[in-house]
């Protein structure tokens, strides 16, 4: 079963609104973490927001915020005000086991959504 | 800017043949990953290391091996090629960042390879 879905290979949003991408997970581990990551044309991997499984706030960065719903096992980003810049694919990660376990966990990543703002 | 650097950036090789590809850190982090990516796949796994000469599989490490004998030094190796493999190679570090104890991935520029 894929551990991380996302269920839009592309959207277009038009510049200034807000739009969500989604993200479902599956795990049975109750230690995770959701991670965010944007990769323009120039494909470079840029982390943009993450959120644990304990926490009780969705996270926010800037424009980014996490709509984090737990019980639908589900973690969307929202962009806020989107700008032309904002085009590019964004990806949805998850890595099992708790902040405890370091660094030593990889990421799983999701298909990616492709987003395009309109100008 | 996390210090990751990948050579080479693009390659072109014939099937059958090996590829070495490395990974180079500047900041003395413990753990590096490669990852793949496909259209329609996203990232996948290759193989992580978390320490010099400790490294161990990752989803889809078939037809690649690793090693570290340096920490700052990563390399992958196709041993002979296969247009399967034909991908885009990311190098990734595991780094926490202001103290914070969320350990995020960053990524190198990645390696474009071509198995003809």
């Known amino acids: 079963a894929q551990k991380i879905t996302q269920t839009q290979p592309g959207m277009f949003v038009q510049e200034k609104e807000a739009v969500t991408l989604d993200c479902t997970y599956d795990t049975s581990d109750p230690s995770y973490g959701l991670f965010w990551y944007k990769q323009p044309s120039s494909g470079e991997m840029i982390f943009l927001i993450y959120?644990?499984?304990?926490?009780?706030q969705n996270a926010t960065e800037g424009r980014y915020s996490l709509n984090f719903q737990k019980a639908r096992k589900s973690a969307n980003l929202v962009i806020s005000a989107s700008q032309l810049g904002d085009s590019a694919m964004y990806f949805c990660a998850m890595r099992e086991g708790g902040i405890s376990s370091g660094s030593a966990r990889q990421l799983t990543f999701g298909s990616g959504t492709q987003l395009t703002v309109l100008p | 800017d996390a210090g990751i650097t990948q050579s080479p950036r693009h390659k072109v090789t014939e099937t059958g043949t090996p590829v070495t590809l490395r990974c180079h850190q500047t900041e003395n982090h413990r753990y590096m990953y490669w990852y793949r990516q496909d259209p329609g796949h996203g990232l996948r796994l290759i193989h992580y290391?978390?320490?010099?000469?400790?490294?161990d599989k990752g989803e889809v490490s078939d037809g690649y091996s690793v090693s570290r004998s340096k920490t700052e030094d990563f390399l992958l190796t196709l041993e002979s090629a296969t247009s399967s493999q034909t991908s885009v190679y990311f190098c990734?570090?595991?780094?926490?960042?202001?103290?914070?104890?969320?350990?995020?991935?960053?990524f190198g520029p990645g390696t474009r390879l071509t198995v003809t």
């Open positions: 990734a570090i595991s780094v926490s960042t202001s103290g914070s104890p969320i350990y995020e991935q960053y």
């Open positions: 290391s978390y320490g010099v000469k400790d490294t």
């Open positions: 959120q644990g499984s304990y926490d009780q």
